[in-house]
């Protein structure tokens, strides 16, 4: 079993920034772990991952302006949100992710953190 707490979230004003955090309840060195989002009315879509190695991997939408980033020591990932936009709003979700099979992977989900960009 593993636990995904994310922190962070807020309102804030159209250009702003914030940051992410998710800590996990033991060592996901071993995974990659990611950030996705999930838009009312809409479905949960990934924004940015980052590997075992420190590969990252964002969507177009946030690009330039996002950064993901690890520190395996603490067991924490975070999410570095600048030039947000209203379109930015979300609840966003903390990921981590395990090939276990060649079938099958093991997928853990954090509870969520509200992001609303608003003037």
């Known amino acids: 079993q593993v636990h995904l707490v994310e922190s962070g979230g807020g309102l804030v004003q159209p250009g702003g920034s914030l940051r992410l955090s998710c800590l996990a309840s033991r060592s996901m060195s071993t995974y990659v772990m990611g950030w996705y989002r999930q838009a009312p009315g809409k479905q949960r879509e990934l924004v940015a991952r980052i590997s075992r190695g420190g590969y990252t991997e964002y969507s177009d939408s946030v690009k330039d302006r996002f950064t993901i980033s690890r520190d395996n020591a603490k067991s924490t990932v975070h999410l570095q949100m600048n030039s947000l936009k209203p379109e930015d709003t979300a609840i966003y979700y903390c990921?981590?992710?395990?090939?276990?099979?060649?079938?099958?992977?093991?997928?853990?989900w954090g509870q969520g953190t509200q992001v609303t960009v608003s003037s």
């Open positions: 990921n981590a992710r395990q090939r276990v099979s060649p079938d099958s992977d093991e997928d853990w």
